[in-house]
C-alpha cells in the first residue's frame, strides 16, 4: 500500500472537491457536511469521469394526501454527483445510486496533521 | 507503509466537466479504454456521430441553391433578434437531451478550435481520436426533425444546402469523415434529384431519410428512388428521432419518455411498412440502414410481425419468408444506444438480427447516450471475429470502404 499526499485539509472546502492522478489512479476528493470522502474517478456504467461531474441536491417529488404531485424539489440533504458522460447519479455520502443497485468506488483517506493522504 | 510526496500526485487541469471543455479531456478515459484494449489494430466505423450544424447555421444557409430564399436568410440571420436558426422547425425549447446541465456536451460543445480548420473538421477529429475509430459518419441534429416541416420546399432548400455545404467545408477536408446525405423525403422528385446530383460525391456512402415524419415509405411515389439507389448500390437509411408534436407521444410529460419511446417507435412504423409491403421484395439488394433506435425493439418487431403475417399471409402477399427473415437479412441496426441492463437479453437480441454480418457499430457521439467501441469489444458472448465485424468490418463492406485501420492511437 502506498500513501499519497494530496493537500492540506483545509484546502477542501465544504461542497467543495479535489480530483487528482495519484499513480496511475484517479480518485476525487469531496467535503460533504464538513466530511471528506474519497471515490475512483471510474463510474461503473461506462467507466466515465464521474468525479469531475456536476454536483446537484436529490431530486424529489412531494406526494401530499391525495397522491397527488405538484412541485419537484431539491433535497439539499442529499448531495449527488451526475457522471458527465452518461448522467449516472451517486449520493457523494454513500456512492450508491438512487435505486441502490450501483456504487462508487470507495478510496481510503487519512488525514493526519492537518494533511490529506489518498491510501492505495 | 510508502508515503509519497506531493509531487507524486497531479491535480487533474479540469476539476469539474462543463461546456467549454476540450473534447479530448471529456473523453480522456475513452481514450485509454481504446489503448489498453488494442484497437490500434483494429478497424473501426462509427455509422452514427452528430454535429450541430446550427452552429455553422450563417454560412450553411449560404449554400441554399434558390436565391430569394437565400437572401431571405440571410437578412434573417443579419438582421433579426432572438430568433432560432432560419427555417428549422423540432422542438425548440423542450430540447433536455442534457438533463438540466448534468451532461454538458450534450447542452453544447463549446471549447476553443483555433487551428485554422472548420470547426467540425477539428471536432470530429478530436472525438474520432479519443474513441479510437478509423471512420466517423456524421448526421445534423436540429434538422432531423425537418420531416415535419410545415412547408415541404424547407426540407428541399435546406437539405440541399446541408448536403452542399458539408462536402465543401467537413467531407473534402478529411476522407475518414464520412455521411449519408440528407434526402428530402417528403418531396421525391427532389429526393431523385439528390441522389443523381450527390451520389459519388466526396464523402457520400449513402443517403439519410430522417424518420419523423408522417409519409408511408411503401408509397408508389417512392420506387424511383429505391431502384436509384439499389442501382448504385447505395444504403438507404432511416435515423431516428423525437418530435413532441406527434400526437401519439403527446401526452408524455418526461423527457426520459419521450426519448425511450420517440426514437423507437418512427423506425417502427417505417420498418412495419417496409417489410409488409415487401420493399425487400422488390429491391433486393437495396440495403436498409435502421439507425439511432437501440436494438431492444427488434426482436419485439421480429416476433409480433411473425404472428400477425401467420394469421394474415393474405394481407402481405408479397412476402415468400417471415418478417423476421427480412429483418435479419437485408435490414442493417447501427447499435447505439445499446440497451445493457439485461445481457441475456441483449444477446437473444445480437443473435436474432444477426448480428455477426448485421449489426454496425455507432457511438452517437456528442450525444447524452453516447456508446464507446468498449461496449461491444467488452461482451462476453461474442466471439472476436463477431467483435470485429460489428465495429468495423460489417460497415467496410456494407459502405465499401477500406478495411485496414487508419487512425493512430
Not at chain 2, 65 to 72: C, G, L, M, Y
Not at chain 2, 142 to 153: A, I, S, V
Not at chain 2, 205 to 225: E, Q, W
Not at chain 2, 278 to 288: H, Y
Request: glycine letters at 6%; proline letters at 6%.
Amino acid at each position: 500500500m502506498a500513501e499519497y499526499l494530496v493537500c492540506s485539509e483545509h484546502e477542501i472546502v465544504d461542497g467543495g472537491r479535489k480530483v487528482v492522478a495519484c499513480g496511475d489512479k484517479e480518485i476525487g476528493i469531496f467535503r460533504v457536511k464538513g466530511a471528506l470522502h474519497a471515490w475512483h474517478n471510474m463510474c461503473p456504467h461506462r467507466q466515465g469521469p464521474i468525479c469531475q461531474g456536476r454536483i446537484y441536491p436529490e431530486v424529489v417529488e412531494p406526494v401530499d394526501e391525495n397522491c397527488e404531485v405538484r412541485t419537484l424539489q431539491y433535497n439539499e440533504g442529499n448531495m449527488h454527483v451526475a457522471c458527465p458522460w452518461h448522467g449516472w447519479e451517486f449520493n457523494l455520502e454513500t456512492g450508491r445510486n438512487p435505486v441502490g443497485r450501483y456504487r462508487l468506488h470507495r478510496a481510503e483517506l487519512a488525514i493526519r496533521e492537518g494533511q490529506v493522504y489518498v491510501v492505495l | 507503509m510508502d508515503v509519497l510526496n506531493k509531487d507524486r500526485v497531479h491535480e487533474l487541469p479540469v476539476q469539474e466537466i462543463d461546456v467549454f471543455t476540450d473534447t479530448r479531456d471529456i473523453l480522456a478515459h475513452a481514450e485509454k479504454a481504446a489503448k489498453r484494449r488494442g484497437f490500434q489494430d483494429w478497424l473501426i466505423c462509427d455509422v452514427d456521430a452528430h454535429h450541430t450544424e446550427t452552429i455553422s447555421w450563417h454560412e450553411l444557409v449560404q449554400y441554399i441553391e434558390d436565391p430569394v430564399i437565400r437572401h431571405q436568410a440571410m437578412l434573417f440571420h443579419d438582421e433579426k433578434m432572438g430568433t432560432a436558426s432560419y427555417g428549422l422547425n423540432g422542438d425548440m425549447g423542450l430540447k433536455y437531451q442534457d438533463v438540466g446541465g448534468r451532461i454538458p456536451h450534450q447542452a453544447g460543445i463549446r471549447e476553443k478550435v483555433d487551428d485554422g480548420i472548420h470547426r467540425d473538421v477539428t471536432l470530429t477529429r478530436r472525438a474520432m481520436s479519443a474513441l479510437g475509430v478509423d471512420y466517423m459518419v456524421l448526421f445534423p441534429t436540429p434538422m432531423l426533425t425537418l420531416g415535419l416541416h410545415p412547408q415541404p420546399e424547407m426540407e428541399v432548400y435546406l437539405g440541399r444546402a446541408y448536403n452542399r455545404w458539408l462536402i465543401d467545408k467537413v467531407l473534402t477536408k478529411d476522407d475518414r469523415i464520412k455521411t449519408l446525405a440528407y434526402l428530402p423525403f417528403n418531396v421525391p422528385k427532389e429526393a431523385e434529384r439528390t441522389i443523381e446530383e450527390f451520389s459519388g460525391q466526396p464523402g457520400v456512402i449513402g443517403f439519410c431519410v430522417p424518420s419523423t415524419r408522417h409519409k408511408p415509405v411503401h408509397h408508389n411515389d417512392y420506387m424511383r428512388v429505391y431502384s436509384m439507389l439499389q442501382e448504385r448500390d447505395l444504403p438507404i437509411a432511416f435515423h431516428a428521432a423525437y418530435h413532441w408534436q406527434d400526437q401519439s407521444l403527446s401526452t408524455i410529460n418526461r423527457f426520459l419518455g419521450m426519448h425511450a419511446l420517440g426514437f423507437v417507435w418512427c423506425n417502427m412504423v417505417h420498418l412495419t411498412n417496409w417489410i409488409l409491403n415487401g420493399i425487400p421484395e422488390r429491391f433486393p439488394k437495396l440495403k436498409s440502414i435502421w439507425v439511432e433506435s437501440g436494438l431492444a425493439w427488434v426482436p419485439f418487431l421480429m416476433q409480433r410481425l411473425d404472428d400477425q403475417y401467420l394469421m394474415r399471409p393474405s394481407e402481405a402477399p408479397q412476402l415468400k419468408k417471415l418478417p423476421s427473415e427480412y429483418m435479419r437479412e437485408s435490414c442493417w441496426y447501427t447499435t447505439q444506444p445499446m440497451e445493457t441492463t439485461n445481457m441475456k437479453a441483449l444477446e437473444l437480441t445480437l443473435d436474432m438480427i444477426n448480428a455477426e454480418t448485421q449489426l454496425l457499430f455507432a457511438s452517437d457521439w456528442p450525444h447524452f447516450d453516447f456508446d464507446l467501441p468498449q461496449e461491444i469489444y467488452d461482451l462476453p458472448f461474442l466471439s472476436e471475429q463477431a467483435k470485429r465485424n460489428i465495429l468495423g468490418l460489417n460497415a467496410a463492406r456494407l459502405f465499401n470502404l477500406d478495411p485496414t485501420p487508419r487512425k493512430t492511437l
